[in-house]
């Protein structure tokens, strides 16, 4: 018995896609997706034969099946729209318009606007002397964010299981330390094993998460309710501090920081097509968190600058 080159197709396909079957949505699961890639493999993928042009999709790691898929993601959008169907999704992604081989432009752009303010640490190590608590709590926020925007920028551009995962996991890594940050400004750093204790603590959580995650199921609804709960006791916990501290004047920043980043958060639940097939909710929600970091660090400044004084008038005493 022989086996035809759309045979062979077939099993290539259903290989491939097998990871992504209970992740499938409507546009990829369509007769006129499955149909399109299947001819467009076949004509173009075979003996090495490329039908990408650019370099860029090459620095990008574009390959035929891929330059595939997004040719037929149009063609099916447009069958979708023909029928007066609504516009689907592929893959659990809404249909984004390619710039220079980014898969996502507007959040990728949106990505390295976040990253770039990080850079606002270097302010603040112009501003607050490293003797004063939290000064090297803050940096250590500033490298992590900087590593989860770089890996949010790589994801955005190019998706596939890795940079999906280090995306997700870099910015759990975000969120898991904001607590750490939380309770050292709560119980102060004074006594050293405390937080080193609570750092451990995390840093195993984080471990247990990231190995559930990569080596048993990549399980998006478990992702979803840890970064929940735990945002949450970061919300109520800052919150809290706020309203501890309301007689501070820099507070209100903090409390607008929290809040706005809670309520963009919004955005992800009215989830809607890409307007000019670029900006969805996602990126709109990346856009508005990129001024707020700047705000938050304007806090960050602040209150560093409220503990450096209170360590001033402290030597003061001492000398008097």
């Given amino acids: 018995m022989t086996i035809s080159t759309e045979d062979w197709f077939l099993f290539y396909l259903i290989i491939t896609t097998l990871p992504a079957l209970g992740e499938g949505s409507k546009g990829d699961q369509s007769f006129v997706f499955y149909n399109c ?13 490329k039908i990408m042009e650019p370099s860029s999709l090459h620095l990008i790691k574009w390959n035929c099946k891929d330059e595939c ?10 069958a979708f729209q023909k029928d007066g169907t609504p516009i689907p999704q592929f893959f659990g992604k809404w249909p984004f318009i390619r ?10 752009f949106f990505s390295i606007l976040n990253g770039l303010s990080h850079l606002m640490i270097f302010r603040y190590r112009s501003l607050v002397r490293s003797t004063t608590p939290l000064y090297y709590v803050w940096h250590g926020m500033a ?5 989860a925007w770089f890996w949010s920028t790589i994801f955005h551009s190019k998706d596939t299981v890795f940079t999906e995962m280090m995306d997700y996991f870099c910015a759990f890594s975000i969120i898991l330390y904001n607590v750490f940050i939380l309770c050292c400004r709560i119980f102060g750093t004074d006594i050293w094993w405390k937080p080193l204790c609570l750092g451990l603590l995390l840093l195993c959580l984080f471990v247990q998460h990231t190995f559930y995650m990569a080596l048993v199921k990549f399980d998006y609804g478990y992702n979803m309710q840890v970064n929940v709960v735990i945002g949450l006791i970061n919300l109520l916990g800052w919150l809290a501090w706020c309203l501890c501290n309301r007689k501070k004047t820099y507070i209100w920043k903090c409390v607008v920081s929290i809040l706005s980043i809670n309520l963009l958060l919004m955005l992800e639940v009215l989830d809607f097509p890409p307007l000019w097939w670029i900006f969805d909710a996602h990126s709109l929600w990346h ?11 304007s806090f960050v400044i602040d209150d560093g600058l409220y503990l450096m004084s209170n360590i001033k008038d402290e030597e003061a005493k001492k000398t008097v």
């Fill in 287 to 297: 856009a508005g968190t990129a001024p707020l970091a700047l705000l938050w660090y």
């Fill in 69 to 78: 898929h997004y040719q037929c993601m149009w063609t099916t959008v447009e």
């Fill in 99 to 108: 710039l220079f081989g980014i898969q996502e432009p507007a959040s990728t």
């Fill in 143 to 147: 490298l992590l964010a900087g590593n």
């Fill in 37 to 49: 890639n299947r001819t467009c493999f076949r004509e173009n993928c075979h003996n090495d034969l």
